[in-house]
């Protein structure tokens, strides 16, 4: 396990906003596994439980594109929401109480010029499936560092002192 490949959490994130605009929300199966193909090849390996969280993210992320869809810009509004939606789980690394959340939707509802009723629940759906992967990001760059650590400091075969 030492040696797989963690996509980082942003380009993880940018495929998943990219795969969802490129649709203009709506996918098939086909489509579906082209967008899996693509993350394994970025080096994740898909679990059942990864495949899940994945199609999590992406239904999250129709929702919000469904509700900006009818805005002039919706390109702009979906690369606010990824931009703006990184940097708060990696500020705030994958944890934030209530007043950080009412932060994060006045920086959306300024930079975006899009809200409606029922935004903030499209919001907090892409949020919440966002810090599923920076923290299986995170764990796994921990693994990776403490399995680096393990193999420099084991002593090696007829080293002479």
Known sequence: MANERIAPFEELTKLASEFVASQKGMWDHTAWMD??????????????????????LLEAMKEYHTAVSSTEDVEKAMGTVFNESVAFINRHKGVWG??????????????????SDGMEAY?????ESLK??????????????????????????????
């Open 123 to 127: 919001l907090g759906g892409v949020l």
């Open 35 to 56: 967008f899996l193909s693509r993350v394994q090849q970025k080096g994740v390996e898909i679990s059942e439980e990864l495949q899940s969280k994945l199609g999590d």
């Open 98 to 115: 209530h007043a950080e959340w009412e932060d994060f939707v006045k920086t959306i509802q300024q930079n975006t010029n899009t809200w």
């Open 132 to 161: 599923v992967f920076y923290t299986l990001s995170f764990n796994a760059s921990v693994q990776n560092r403490e399995s680096s650590k393990l193999e420099e400091s084991s002593p090696s075969s007829g080293s002479a002192r």
